[in-house]
């Protein structure tokens, strides 16, 4: 049985092989409207939408394997506010669940544990992605097309991309294409780079933004206020990589973690006495007593682990383990671990560098990785219950199995940020006032939330209880603008993913779900500039969030309208205009007569002669939109 299910598995793969080499041919002669460099989710939903709209897309992927990061092990979703972003992603989400439902019965292990949909298995966020592509006849994806950032590769005129060059991987060959309007969806940005749009690396300081933590900073996991050290000056450091592990401690399951050529014990040898000590970069040990130390200290003389207040143990020590179906794990890096599967410092070239030299930095990190696995399973300084504990993990063997059970993609946190038509900071994302919304921005994309979140910038430094750049806090469901994916200067390009932002900003932007309803703006925003024949930087917003409402895009969060309520498009133009400033929209309540006052106000009509404060707003809010809906 197991050698038909691997026969199959390299059928499909040697299919999706042959399926790039056919396709190649009709790309080549073919016209496409769009073109989308990289496959990632945020790639994907773009052509998604755009075929929706009945343009034809060119996925253009480097690895034989689309779905960046969601087919690559981050299969805990990245949305603290589960219903604030909608549209494809929620799509995606959806079919998730019924996979699980459908195979293991509504009541399953399985089920509970996918959480709705939001937890997933690698091969099956990559399975779905595939059944949303087959769905999407206009959609062309091509495996195995590297883009080099060099402008060589881009055939301009004037402020206008015409034609793209990409390394057909597997025939060494160049392979060039046309396209009316052409995405950016890369994590590195190398799109964009290679048409001149201004772009940003590195950290800004507080001074330029006034972000909190800005610039060089030490914070510990869960703390409210800096450590000692922080300058919050600006530097060329950007956060940590890693791969995104699959673990499992199924025995049927369960490979055996190898111990790489290049091992270096040296890179892991201050977790012994970390695990000894239980000291870890999170508030919480700072704020242990002399007495509970003394105590740990006694029970380590034992044989016994320390204890505290989430005090990472065994393999959670090494990577943050997030439950998954079917008995597997999303392993993250540790945030409270000063040496976990974060590789800081090491990355900082890899958004402007060559593809060689990321293909070398990304085997690097996966030796490093496997490294710091098998240094946990083995190393006789570590006591025998870290050991033992560490030895009951494995990876797991129904994953990435045409790449010994590992990630194929090292996990690019943040790579070139545009300068575009808007700068994306903290503020942003963060409430005006307290219980308030962020900013508000009319020119709405979607609607998003994940807190401020950056990985460490910095390896570990002798003398520092955390990692210089490791930081998280609160944000609140905000509004995305249009210009945050709108270059300045090149009149039909969008870049969804290598979006506008300071370091702070992209710290929320990043996350996938986001990311893929930004993608499937640029989709839909790139559609309207060629129907209307305007550029990128002037296209109608009116018109691409009208067209995203049809698609199920949430561009402003309410907590008790959902997307099937009849007065959903009402309230998401008006609620950007500042209609209801709250977060309920409370559409069945009556309307007061300060409702009345306050929307005569912003909309200049007399309401008094149609309405009452025994109206319900619903009501008031869908008339006002239905007579102000073709102003401009």
């Not at 910038?457 to 490791?470: A, C, I, N, V, W």
């Amino acid at each position: 049985m197991k050698k038909t299910i691997k026969c199959m598995k390299c059928l499909c793969l040697s299919l999706l092989l042959c399926l790039g080499t056919l396709f190649s041919a009709h790309a080549q002669t073919g016209a496409y409207d769009l073109v989308i460099v990289s496959g990632t989710p945020s790639g994907i939903m773009a052509g998604i939408a755009a075929g929706k709209m009945g343009k034809r897309s060119l996925i253009l992927e480097r690895t034989t394997h689309p779905g960046g990061l969601v087919a690559n092990g981050l299969g805990a979703t990245d949305l603290i506010t589960r219903g604030a972003t909608g549209g494809l992603f929620l799509e995606f989400i959806n079919r998730i669940k019924t996979h699980y439902v459908n195979k293991y019965g509504a009541q399953s292990q399985q089920v509970k544990d996918c959480v709705n949909g939001y937890h997933f298995e690698p091969s099956v966020g990559e399975m779905v992605l595939h059944d949303m592509l087959k769905e999407a006849p206009l959609v062309t994806l091509l495996t195995n097309r590297q883009f080099d950032a060099d402008p060589a590769n881009l055939i301009m005129n004037g402020n206008t991309i015409t034609g793209i060059k990409v390394l057909n991987r597997e025939t060494k060959q160049t392979e060039q294409y046309t396209g009316k309007f052409f995405i950016d969806a890369s994590y590195e940005g190398d799109l964009i780079a290679a048409a001149g749009v201004p772009f940003a690396l590195g950290r800004e300081g507080i001074k330029e933004y006034n972000e909190p933590f800005a610039g060089v900073v030490y914070k510990l996991w869960a703390s409210d206020a800096q450590e000692d050290g922080s300058t919050n000056m600006a530097d060329n450091a950007i956060q940590a990589y890693n791969y995104r592990l699959c673990l499992t401690t199924d025995p049927a399951k369960r490979v055996a973690i190898p111990q790489p050529a290049n091992y270096n014990r040296e890179e892991y040898a201050s977790i012994v006495e970390d695990v000894l000590t239980g000291h870890h970069a999170g508030i919480e040990y700072k704020q242990m007593t002399q007495a509970q130390k003394d105590s740990n200290a006694r029970l380590v003389a034992q044989g016994l682990p320390p204890t505290g207040k989430f005090m990472p143990q065994g393999m959670q020590r090494l990577v943050n383990k997030v439950i998954l179906p079917n008995g597997k794990t999303d392993a993250n890096n540790q945030h409270r671990a000063l040496v976990s599967t974060d590789l800081p410092e090491e990355n900082w070239a890899w958004p402007s560098s060559s593809w060689e030299w990321r293909d070398r930095f990304a085997q690097r990190l996966k030796e490093y990785t496997l490294g710091l696995l098998w240094f946990g399973q083995n190393d006789p300084a570590l006591p025998e219950w870290f050991r033992k504990e560490c030895k009951e993990w494995g990876l797991a063997n129904d994953e990435f199995t045409d790449n010994g059970n590992f990630p194929r993609q090292v996990y690019v946190r943040e790579g070139r940020r545009m300068r575009g038509m808007y700068l994306f900071t903290a503020a942003d994302a963060t409430v005006v006032k307290t219980g308030g919304r962020p900013p508000v921005y009319a020119s709405s994309l979607t609607a998003s939330h994940y807190g401020i979140d950056s990985h460490a910038t910095r390896k570990r430094e002798k003398g520092k209880h955390t990692l210089e750049g490791f930081l998280s806090y609160g944000a609140a469901p905000y509004t995305v603008p249009y210009g945050v994916i709108v270059p300045p200067n090149i009149s039909n390009l969008l870049a969804p993913v290598p979006a506008s932002a300071t370091h702070l900003g992209l710290a929320t932007l990043r996350m996938e779900p986001c990311w893929m309803a930004l993608g499937q703006a640029a989709g839909v925003a790139a559609v309207v500039s060629m129907e209307t024949k305007e550029t990128a930087q002037k296209v109608s917003i009116k018109k691409v969030q009208d067209e995203l409402i049809n698609q199920n895009s949430i561009l402003i969060y309410y907590k008790d309208v959902k997307p099937d309520h009849p007065q959903f498009r009402a309230l998401q133009f008006l609620g950007l205009q500042g209609y209801v400033p709250g977060w309920e929209a409370k559409l069945d309540d009556k309307a007061s007569a300060t409702d009345l006052a306050d929307w005569e106000k912003l909309s200049g009509i007399k309401l008094k002669k149609n309405f009452t404060v025994n109206s319900k707003r619903g009501d008031v809010l869908q008339w006002i939109f239905e007579k102000t809906k073709n102003k401009k």
